[in-house]
């Protein structure tokens, strides 16, 4: 979960949520490598803009659908932020 400043967190939360607020609240969802998932108009399948990866929402939870490995494409993500001098 990415938590944001100044929130107050009283229960669990689920993996990729985005929490704000006191109390903490579900404000959206977050990827793995740290961007905004963008969610299809039927708001069950979503995709990363900067990674490209594909998450499934089901009721309140957000599950990974993608096949590639999360510390695999971290690693490709920071190469490339390297190349360009951008850290």
Known sequence: AFVGAGAVVTKDVPDF???????GRVAGWMCACGNRIVFTDDHETGKCQACRRIYRKTGNEVILNDQRSIAGSQTQY?????KTGVN
Request: avoid cysteine; hydrophobic fraction near 40%.
């Open 17 to 23: 949520a985005l929490i704000i607020g006191n109390p």
């Open 78 to 82: 920071s190469a490339n932020q390297s």
